[in-house]
Nanobody, 122 residues
Framework: QVQLVESGGGLVQAGGSLRLSCAAS????????MGWFRQAPGKEREEVSC????????YYEDSVKGRFTISRDNEKNAVYLRMNVLTPEDTAVYYC???????????????WGRGTQVTVSS
């Protein structure tokens, strides 16, 4: 059974950093594109980043480009999101997600985790 479990969220001051982790089970992530989404209160869920099955292919939403870094460890079946220079606008619940395909461009997300809260104080 496919399962995604996020961890690493918490409270951090503006300018600080956090590393989110996503532990996957029930499938091998090396075959699939993996992404991170976030949702703030009253806002729609948006894609933040994605890593394809190819290690050289990644996607970043414009507002996080240069600050966030997505990575994967296929042996550990895990995906990570390093978030630097955080601002209050980054406050949201962050979700790990998997695609049906190997390419980020396909946007074929089908499973999401339960999320982890990230709160950035000013």
């Amino acid at each position: 059974q496919v399962q995604l479990v996020e961890s690493g969220g918490g409270l951090v001051q503006a300018g600080g950093s956090l590393r989110l982790s996503c532990a996957a089970s029930g499938f091998s992530i090396d075959y699939y594109a993996m992404g991170w989404f976030r949702q703030a209160p009253g806002k729609e869920r948006e894609e933040v980043s994605c890593t394809s099955a190819s290690v050289r292919s990644t996607y970043y939403e414009d507002s996080v480009k240069g600050r966030f870094t997505i990575s994967r460890d296929n042996e550990k079946n895990a995906v990570y999101l390093r978030m630097n220079v955080l601002t209050p606008e980054d406050t949201a619940v962050y979700y790990c997600a998997t695609q049906r395909s190997s390419r980020c461009e396909d946007k074929s997300y089908d499973y999401w985790g339960r999320g982890t809260q990230v709160t950035v104080s000013s």
